[in-house]
């Protein structure tokens, strides 16, 4: 034992004490390795957060619009190499790549749409429960020309997990809509429920209306609500503004 162990009074340390000191040395840098990591992923994630604000405005022409776009993508993609497993920078990808397949003709926009979808994909992957990545995969399917039932499944998922987020709902309910008829019936009970919340929020009352108006579901949104008042008073008050419009040229009626 004397033999293995060298002398304090030398100075030195025992075996097992550099051992650990060796261990915690690597811990540290493998942490310090990490952190960096992550550091510049945000970098790179601010900077194509702050491009974005900056220089994708309205009076940007299309062509301005596509290079700051995929200006954006590339910095993700960046921060994604120092950060793969963070869901968040999935869903800025995909919400990219959505917004630049709108720029596009087909097949080119189905093509950059199914990028998206990629990107929510493995979003869903990190964070399942996730209702806006659920509900933007949904709206990425869509563009892509997926499956009808692929998209109604991806709009499920969102309506069940994020029931009380009211804004996510409408957006279901916005998606959901042109589509009613190839709904089941327990999918179109779901979207009723949906109508119901969102009907209770006074703020989102009149958006959910002219959706509602707009895709003739009135009395798909009368039996949700049981014929609530103020919801039948936001429908008619709706209804008097529309009727007071010309529907050619968007001028008063009766006036010259």
Same mark, same amino acid.
């Given at each position: 034992?004397?033999?293995?162990?060298?002398?304090?009074?030398?100075?030195?340390?025992?075996?097992?004490?550099?051992?650990?000191?060796?261990?915690?040395?690597?811990?540290?840098?493998?942490?310090?390795?990490?952190?960096?990591?992550? *550091?510049?992923?945000?970098? !790179?994630?601010?900077?194509?957060?702050? +491009?974005?604000?900056?220089?994708?405005?309205?009076?940007?022409?299309?062509?301005?619009?596509?290079?700051?776009?995929?200006?954006?993508?590339?910095?993700?993609?960046?921060?994604?190499?120092?950060?793969? =497993?963070?869901?968040?920078?999935?869903?800025?990808?995909?919400?990219? !790549?959505?917004?630049?397949? @709108?720029?596009?003709?087909?097949?080119?926009?189905?093509?950059?749409?199914?990028?998206?979808?990629?990107? !929510?994909?493995?979003?869903?992957?990190?964070?399942?429960?996730?209702?806006?990545?659920?509900?933007?995969?949904?709206?990425?399917?869509?563009?892509?020309?997926?499956?009808?039932?692929?998209?109604?499944?991806?709009?499920?998922?969102?309506?069940?997990?994020?029931?009380?987020? +009211?804004? +996510?709902?409408?957006?279901?309910?916005?998606?959901?809509?042109?589509?009613?008829?190839?709904?089941?019936?327990?999918?179109?009970?779901?979207?009723?429920?949906?109508?119901?919340?969102?009907?209770?929020?006074?703020?989102?009352?009149?958006?959910?209306?002219?959706?509602?108006?707009? !895709?003739?579901?009135?009395?798909? +949104?009368?039996?949700?609500?049981?014929?609530?008042? =103020?919801?039948?008073?936001? *429908?008619? @008050?709706?209804?008097?503004?529309?009727?007071?419009?010309?529907?050619?040229?968007?001028?008063?009626?009766?006036?010259?």
């Amino acid at each position: 034992m004397l033999k293995i162990m060298v002398s304090l009074r030398a100075g030195r340390l025992f075996p097992l004490s550099k051992l650990l000191l060796l261990l915690c040395g690597v811990v540290l840098l493998a942490l310090a390795f990490v952190a960096a990591r992550h *550091i510049a992923s945000d970098v !790179y994630r601010e900077l194509a957060e702050s +491009l974005i604000q900056s220089e994708l405005t309205p009076d940007a022409t299309r062509e301005q619009n596509v290079e700051t776009l995929e200006h954006g993508v590339n910095l993700l993609l960046k921060a994604q190499q120092f950060n793969s =497993e963070n869901p968040d920078l999935n869903l800025d990808l995909g919400d990219l !790549y959505l917004r630049l397949a @709108a720029l596009f003709p087909q097949p080119k926009s189905q093509q950059i749409a199914q990028l998206s979808v990629d990107q !929510y994909r493995q979003a869903l992957k990190k964070r399942p429960t996730w209702p806006y990545a659920w509900i933007n995969l949904a709206n990425a399917q869509r563009k892509a020309l997926a499956p009808a039932q692929a998209v109604f499944a991806s709009l499920e998922r969102a309506m069940t997990l994020g029931p009380w987020e +009211l804004t +996510l709902q409408l957006g279901v309910l916005r998606l959901g809509m042109p589509m009613w008829g190839g709904w089941s019936a327990e999918q179109k009970r779901l979207l009723r429920g949906a109508m119901g919340r969102v009907a209770t929020a006074p703020d989102l009352q009149n958006k959910l209306v002219l959706a509602v108006l707009r !895709y003739g579901l009135e009395s798909e +949104l009368r039996f949700a609500v049981n014929e609530s008042p =103020e919801i039948i008073r936001a *429908i008619n @008050a709706l209804k008097s503004q529309a009727r007071t419009v010309a529907p050619s040229r968007g001028r008063a009626v009766g006036l010259k």
